[in-house]
């Protein structure tokens, strides 16, 4: 099984700097392989907590490098909670990249444990008869510090569900648990990477950003 790892990290950002400097971004040192992948920008700010800038992936299989390329630029730039990403942020970003396995149907909307499992739901809205779904990876919940049916409802409402969540509508989702490897790289520590494995220091619209 591959294992998110730090060269996925790293080619992320080699993807947002190449974007923002439009040029190519050198090519990937991990492995080709097929498998559902997210990636998760945040920013850190004065040494506070993680702020979250932008997380999108894909739930099905799909090329590695082809994925960390395309998301890596979805995430950052298109996810519509937040503003795009600028060059500038980048001093404060971190990358987490995720890669997705061990896909199971739940007998029920609680048969899943926090920390450990993401989850899927898939459920029709009643008031128009709409079919919407939505994901969590795992650390969301845990990291939100929800219970189980907290997360859940929180997921519905990311889903676009404006309607009243009552315990009869939770009994009728489809729930699909799955579970992650993840890894997590600063943008201090990827200059780091860049300068011991290439000998330079990223340059980014004129900037010398590692030097902040």
């Known amino acids: 099984m591959v294992s998110a790892n730090k060269e996925m990290a790293v080619y992320c950002f080699d993807i947002l700097v190449a974007h923002y400097n ?11 392989g097929q498998h559902p992948l997210f990636v998760t920008w945040k920013k850190v700010v004065n ?9 999108i992936g894909t739930l099905e299989a799909h090329c590695l490098i082809n994925g960390f390329r395309d998301y890596a ?5 298109r996810d519509r909670r937040f503003p795009p990403i600028q060059a500038k942020e980048l001093p404060q970003l971190e990358c987490t990249v995720s890669i997705l396995t061990d896909y199971e149907t739940a007998l029920n909307y609680l048969d899943w ?6 989850i899927i739901i898939e459920f029709t809205d009643p008031d128009n008869n709409t079919r919407r779904s939505a994901t969590y990876l795992p650390e969301v919940a845990a990291h939100e510090g929800w219970t189980k049916t907290e997360a859940i409802d929180s997921l519905m409402r ?10 009869s509508l939770r009994k009728r989702i489809r729930l699909t648990r799955y579970q992650s490897t993840v890894f997590t790289m600063h943008y201090s520590e990827y200059i780091s990477y860049v300068k011991t494995t290439r000998g330079t220091v990223p340059l980014v619209v004129g900037i010398k950003l590692g030097n902040h």
């Open 47 to 55: 040494g506070g907590e993680p702020r979250l800038r932008g997380c």
């Open 22 to 32: 439009s040029e190519q971004a050198p090519p990937p040192a991990f492995e080709e």
């Open 158 to 167: 990311k889903s676009g569900y404006n309607g009243i969540i009552t315990e």
């Open 73 to 77: 630029l979805t995430s950052a730039l």
């Open 113 to 118: 444990e926090l920390g450990k499992h993401g």
